[in-house]
Nanobody
């Protein structure tokens, strides 16, 4: 069982940065793949990035070069550094966990946090 709590969202101007955190409980956290998703009003939850237990990282094309995912297993935390934010990045951001392998869709993750709002003003 894994419980996830996101933090770090907020309001930022276009071009600005935010760093999201996903704090997890569970003794086997280091073996889990952690993904970041976002959901804008009226849209489906979409994959942003993931980091596996072996530290391999994955990004969707729209955030490559702007977002960086990392993990600190000693703190049971995964981070998403978001730079050069755009108004279209506005959404609720969720972190999610799966036991192994990368998952590219929300259906492939069994554990979810409650989400954190990111709003980018133009």
């Amino acid at each position: 069982q894994v419980q996830l709590v996101e933090s770090g969202g907020g309001l930022v101007q276009a071009g600005g940065s935010l760093k999201l955190s996903c704090a997890a409980s569970g003794r086997t956290f280091s073996t889990y793949t952690i993904g970041w998703f976002r959901q804008a009003p009226g849209k489906e939850r979409e994959f942003m990035s993931a980091i596996s237990g072996s530290w391999r990282t994955y990004y969707t094309d729209s955030v490559k070069g702007r977002f960086t995912i990392s993990r600190d297993n000693a703190k049971n935390t995964v981070y998403l550094q978001m730079n050069n934010l755009k108004p279209e990045d506005t959404a609720v951001y969720f972190c999610a966990a799966r036991q192994a392998g990368v998952g590219w869709s929300f259906q492939e993750y069994g554990y979810w946090g409650q989400g954190t709002q990111v709003t980018v003003s133009s």
